[in-house]
Structure formats: structure tokens, C-alpha cells
């Protein structure tokens, strides 16, 4: 077998952790440019930054991404010369480092999707090295003439800048060793995986690469493939055995032994300066290693293998309904099913803690989300020339992965669109009284164990109707709600150029339709004039099981979720009346609940169905779209229960109002009712035509 199809098997995990590394070194990056303009100073995240760069440069090297070694390295570089006072990092300085960090994330992005990843630009490289001015001294003496002992699979792979490290190591002081860790399944049952072996070794020695080896397969060695680690420590070698899981005699010198004896030059200075007789400089262990990136218990696990469990666990659900279903059925024949209902019910309730265990391993903290944020907002910060900055508020919100992953870019084009429209420029601000910088705050709260709520608040000048009705060449409704469906028509944009941020009309369209359509949530605004403009997303916390009502409406029956729903009524027909119509057309049905007026929508006839009964819908589901409620008639609701939705994903079957299809037990395919997208394609009634209920 291949190496290259072994090291598949490592690369979830390294896109996993590399990703997360890279998310803090945006963080410690942004750290670093707000003490920079403050005119200050952020050593720590200096040092961070070095360091997360270290780990994300040989966590690369172990799967062989190199161009993402080339740049983690001249990074680390960079950085380690801040670190130790040989320069400053300056605003051109963090520039590149910005953009060597979109070049590793434009790759990792390419590895993930299975593309090709790109070898990085020279020019890119050129500024890079340009930047490298640390001056690393130069090996002396007959130092400089040393070889490393390397076998010819491992010397290929040992890129020019890392055979320099390994020797200006051995130059300090330190010696530099190969060990090799041979994975296995009964070694992982141990504990031993590349990770953890890692992780120990790291806690030894400063790990300068990780070079995956192809062997023979044995029952030493059942996957071909072994890890030869290139280390320099200060650590005896019955240590490094132990944290590598390999013989005493499997760590080697690097070094011939012709050359041991020789005098160590004077390159690091003093012990006192370099903490300790053993002349261990800035490179050592106890620098390098990250504590609190392993202070928890995490054990990483494929989203595909959640996903396939909660697929499984969707074919239980369905099985659940269709033994209830066969339990009635015996009951409905005289037979004592008194035992069986127990152990139906029970069932149940085990099914419901399954569910929820494995929701609790999909959810993401949506601190993570808001996260990537910052880094963002710095972009169109620069292309805009606005002062803004970005205030977050997460609490302890946790949401699906999946969930996260669509809402992320609603949440972008929100953040462009308060930068782009609502903030004014620094001169203007100043004019109406504001501070010369903007605020976009995004602030999450817990609607229910259901649903989520994200507030994205702007202090700008709120939505310009008058530009909007130029644009639109019509009125713009009075109302928020009126205000929320003229800005989501597709293709509508107040600017006259397009611009690399905004312009082309898509933005609040495409949020629409990730918050509305694709999630089944709910999306409105506030905006007040010379204030700003507040936008409400309301989210559920996953798309894939959900409690719903099965309800009964003409001769078919019919899901809708139960977060959607606040209330369910009973309807007397006496009691509901009808606003005035257009010439012609018959008024909107109207119903009162606690002095509170709505309208009534007959689903059946949204629906085209016909209804046995002529005396109209004796039940209505209540549900609120921004501040208004509608109740939806029907015949009856059934029951409530566990589904699974099944996405429409055939274009040709997609309508609006229907979030999916679901089976019940009975094999048959039920649909699920989005109401609230359903309310926004029937249009909202006008208050002319709600008047006052009777």
C-alpha cells in the first residue's frame, strides 16, 4: 500500500487540528495589530503566535503538506526574531504575516475538499525571506563541515532550513536524534497514536520534523508505515524511547561520532542567558510545547462517523413509530398490549437520551463561529476605509456543526452589509454627534433547548428608505416587516458600483434563504433612523430530528415542527370574521386570542386540498414571524412525536413551505411544513385589510 494512501488515514485529524491552530493564530495576530496601533506591545501573543506556528509547521510536515511547512516556517521565523528582540514587528510585517495566513488557509481548504494544494507563490516566499533578519549566526569551526547520518528516504524529505536547524542545535549544545514510532491497532488500545507519541515527545524535545516512512507490512508494522522523528533535546535516550513506545536501540545520533568531541561554539551566549547550564535557548522544550491545547480529554472523531450514527439512529425512530403503530393496531383488536406499551414507552425514552448524546457530540461552541469573524471584519475594514470594530457575545451557545457551517455566511454578508450601508464614514459620525468608530455588536441567546437567537446590531444610520425607493422605483411599505421583504429581493442594491464588498444585490437574498429556507429559521429587522439597524435570526440548534406534530388536514396528514408553534386553539367558526377586501375579493379571515387580532389561513386551500367537512378548520396552529402571529386552520392535530427530516433535494419537488419529507412507521413519505416560509411566500395581509375582529 501506498504512503500516500496510509497518511489519508491521518489527514481528518490534522485538518481538524489544523484548523483550530490556525483560528488562534488569526486571534493572536489580531492581538498583536491592536497593541501595535495602541502603540504598544503584545509579547505573549508574540510568543503565542511562534509557537502555534511551530506545531501547525510540524503537524503539516507529518503529512507531507510542504507548502504549508514553507510558510509555517519562514513565519516561525519572523516571529522568533520578535520574540527575541532582533526586530520589531511592524505594521508592513503584519501585513504579510495576515496574508501568509490566508496562503495556509486557502491550502488547508484545498486539502480538504480533495483539490490539489498549490505550491506557494515565490514572490510570496520572496517577502517572506526578506523578512527573516535574525541573524542567525553562522556554524564555525569544523561544526559547519558535519553531515547528518540520514537514510536516503528520509535525507530527500528534509527540506534545507530544517537540516540548519538540526545542526545549529547540535552547535548549542543539544544533540540531535532520530526515533521511530511504528502505529498499530494494539497500540492504539494502548494509547500509542501518532498524537499522543507527539504530544510526549514534544514534552522532551523540540521536534524539528515528522517524516512518515513507508515499510514493510508485518505484524510489527500491519499498516506499511512508520514515523521517523528528527529531534534535538537535551534528554537522555531511554527517555525518548519511552515517549516515542520504541526500543533503547531504535534512537539514534544524527551526528558521526567523529565529530562528538568537538568544542561547542559560543552562539547562544552565556548560561545565565539562555536559563541554565544546559545552554537550552529559546527553541527548548519547556518554550515549544503547548499545555493547554491538551489540558482536556478530547477524543476527535470524524463528522462523517457522527453523521453515520445519527443516521442509524433515524432508522431506529422510524422502526419506534411502526411498532407503536402495530401496538395500536392490537389494541384496537381486543388484545392485552399493556406490557408491550411499557416497553414502547420505555424505548422511547432511551431513543430520546441516544438522540440527545449524540446531538451534544455534533454541537460546536458558536464562540467558535463568531471567532472567524474579526479576521473578516479587518478585510473589509481596509477595502471600506470605516472605523469599525466588532463586538461579540456568545455565552455558552452551542449549536449542530451543520447548523454552523450554513449560518456562518448569512452572518458575513450581515457583518459586510452593516459595514458597507449602515456605518458612515469617520467624518460623518462626528457630525451626528457619534465616536468616529462604529460598532457592530453580534450577540446570541438561548430561545428554547430548540432554538437560537443571533442579534446582529449596527450603530450606524439605519436603513435609508428614501434610497431604497429610488432603487426599487416603489414605495417602500411602512413597517419593519414590509422594510424586511423589499431589502431581500433578489438583486437589490442602493450602490450604483459594485464594489470587491458589496453591490451586486445579493447579500440579504442569500441570508434569507440559509435562514429561512435552508434552516427553517426566522429572520427580521429593526431599524431606527440615525441609530442603527438591528437584525434577529432565530435558528434551531439542528435540522436533522426534530419534535413535531402530525396533524390531519383534508384527507392527508402533515408534520410541523414544534418550536415553530406557540400555540395551538380551538376554532369556533362563529367567532371568526373577516377584514375588509378588495373590490371583489373576499376580506381575510380574522380570529381573536386575548385581545390579540390574526389572521386565519385556511392550509387546506393554501395547499389545494379538499376539505370533507364544509364547516372549515375546527383547530389552528399559532406561529410568529417577527412580531406578528398568524394561525394556520386545519382539521386536527394527531399527535406529537420524533421525525426525521429528509431534505428535498430534487429542485424539481422544492416548494416554499416545505422544509422536507419524513416517514412516520408507516412507510409512507409525509411532508414537513416550514410554516413561517410559508407565511412569506403567501405575503403578508395588509392592517387595512385585518381591521378589528368582531
Known amino acids: 500500500m501506498s504512503e500516500r494512501i496510509e497518511l489519508e488515514t491521518f489527514l481528518s485529524a490534522y485538518l481538524a487540528e489544523a484548523e483550530e491552530h490556525l483560528a488562534a493564530a488569526s486571534e493572536k495576530a489580531l492581538a498583536i495589530e491592536v497593541a501595535l496601533k495602541a502603540g504598544t506591545s503584545n509579547e505573549r501573543a508574540v510568543r503565542d503566535l511562534y509557537r502555534i506556528l511551530h506545531t ?8 507531507g503538506v510542504e507548502p504549508i511547512v514553507a510558510i509555517a516556517h519562514r513565519l516561525e521565523s519572523m516571529l522568533r526574531a520578535a520574540d527575541r528582540g532582533v ?27 480533495g483539490k490539489e494544494v498549490l505550491a506557494v507563490a515565490p514572490a510570496l516566499l520572496g517577502r517572506l525571506d526578506a523578512h527573516d533578519v535574525r541573524g542567525a549566526p553562522a556554524v564555525p569551526g569544523p561544526i559547519g563541515k558535519v553531515a547528518l547520518e540520514l537514510d536516503p528516504a528520509i535525507d530527500a524529505k528534509l527540506a534545507g532550513f530544517e537540516r540548519q536547524q538540526l545542526l545549529h542545535g547540535h552547535a548549542e549544545g543539544r544533540r540531535a536524534l532520530r526515533a521511530e514510532f511504528v502505529p498499530s491497532p494494539k497500540r492504539a488500545a494502548e494509547g500509542l497514536t501518532i498524537n499522543s507519541v507527539r ?25 506499511g508505515l512508520s514515523f521517523v522523528f528528527l529531534l534535538l533535546t537535551s534528554a537522555e535516550d531511554v527517555e525518548i524511547a519511552a515517549a516515542a513506545g520504541c526500543d533503547v536501540a531504535g534512537v539514534r545520533s544524527l551526528i558521526p561520532e567523529s565529530f562528538g568531541d568537538l568544542g561547542v561554539p559560543d552562539v547562544t551566549g552565556s548560561p545565565e542567558q539562555d536559563g541554565g547550564a544546559d545552554g537550552a535557548a529559546l527553541d527548548s522544550t519547556a518554550e515549544i510545547e503547548i499545555p493547554e491545547m491538551h489540558a482536556r480529554s478530547v477524543l476527535r472523531v470524524d463528522v462523517g462517523r457522527v453523521d453515520d450514527a445519527m443516521d442509524r439512529l433515524s432508522a431506529l425512530i422510524v422502526t419506534r413509530s411502526r411498532l407503536a403503530r402495530a401496538v395500536a393496531a392490537l389494541e384496537g383488536h381486543s388484545v392485552a398490549v399493556r406490557d408491550l406499551q411499557t416497553i414502547v414507552q420505555e424505548n422511547a425514552r432511551q431513543l430520546r437520551d441516544l438522540r440527545g448524546a449524540l446531538l451534544r457530540i455534533r454541537m460546536v461552541p458558536f464562540a467558535e463561529v463568531l471567532s472567524r469573524l474579526p479576521l473578516i471584519l479587518r478585510g473589509i475594514r481596509r477595502t471600506s476605509g470605516k472605523e469599525v470594530r466588532l463586538e461579540t457575545r456568545a455565552a455558552d451557545a452551542e449549536l449542530d456543526k451543520a447548523v454552523a457551517e450554513r449560518i456562518f455566511p448569512a452572518l458575513v454578508h450581515l457583518v459586510r452589509n452593516a459595514v458597507d450601508h449602515g456605518i458612515g464614514t469617520r467624518e460623518e459620525r462626528l457630525r ?64 450604483t458600483e459594485a464594489t470587491t464588498t458589496s453591490g451586486r444585490g445579493m447579500g440579504m437574498d442569500i441570508v434569507r434563504k440559509i435562514v429561512v429556507e435552508q434552516l427553517g429559521g426566522d429572520l427580521s429587522i429593526q431599524s431606527r433612523p440615525g441609530e442603527g439597524t438591528t437584525f434577529t435570526l432565530q435558528i434551531p440548534l439542528t435540522v ?50 386575548r385581545g390579540e ?19 372549515g378548520p375546527r383547530q389552528a396552529l399559532v406561529i410568529r414571524r417577527g412580531a406578528e402571529a398568524v394561525a394556520f386552520g386545519l382539521d386536527r392535530v394527531l399527535t406529537q412525536q420524533e421525525t426525521v427530516v429528509r431534505p428535498l433535494v430534487d429542485p424539481l419537488v422544492q416548494a416554499p413551505g416545505i422544509a422536507g419529507s419524513t416517514d412516520l412507521g408507516d412507510g409512507q ?26
Open 56 to 63: 501547525v509547521k510540524g503537524l503539516s510536515a507529518m503529512v
Open 87 to 113: 526586530t520589531a514587528l511592524t505594521s508592513p510585517a503584519l501585513e504579510l504575516i495576515f496574508e501568509a495566513l490566508r496562503a495556509i488557509e486557502q491550502r488547508l481548504r484545498a486539502l480538504e475538499h
Open 544 to 593: 436533522s430530528i426534530l419534535d413535531a406534530f402530525t396533524v390531519q388536514c383534508g384527507a392527508q396528514r402533515f408534520t410541523v415542527p414544534v418550536a415553530v408553534v406557540e400555540e395551538i386553539v380551538e376554532l369556533d367558526q362563529r367567532r371568526v370574521t373577516r377584514g375588509p377586501g378588495r373590490k371583489g375579493e373576499e376580506g381575510t379571515a380574522l380570529i381573536e386570542r
Open 597 to 615: 387580532t390574526m389572521p386565519l389561513v385556511d392550509l387546506a386551500r393554501v395547499l389545494g386540498l379538499n376539505r370533507e367537512s364544509r364547516e
Open 669 to 694: 413519505p409525509t411532508l414537513v411544513l416550514d410554516l413561517v416560509a410559508m407565511v412569506a411566500a403567501l405575503g403578508r395581509p395588509s392592517r387595512s385589510e385585518r381591521g378589528h375582529a368582531a
Open 432 to 495: 451626528q454627534g457619534k465616536k468616529a468608530e462604529g460598532t457592530v455588536s453580534i450577540l446570541c441567546s438561548a430561545r428554547s433547548n430548540r432554538y437560537l437567537a443571533i442579534e446582529v446590531i449596527d450603530d450606524g444610520r439605519g436603513v435609508d428608505r428614501e434610497a431604497l425607493a429610488r432603487a426599487t422605483g416603489s414605495e417602500v411599505p411602512a413597517g419593519d416587516a414590509g422594510l424586511l421583504e423589499v431589502l431581500c429581493r433578489p438583486g437589490l442594491s442602493t450602490r
Open 199 to 223: 504530544d510526549r515527545v514534544g514534552s522532551l524535545a523540540e521536534i524539528v520534523k515528522v517524516v512518515p516512512v513507508a515499510v514493510p507490512s508485518t505484524d510489527m508494522a500491519p499498516g
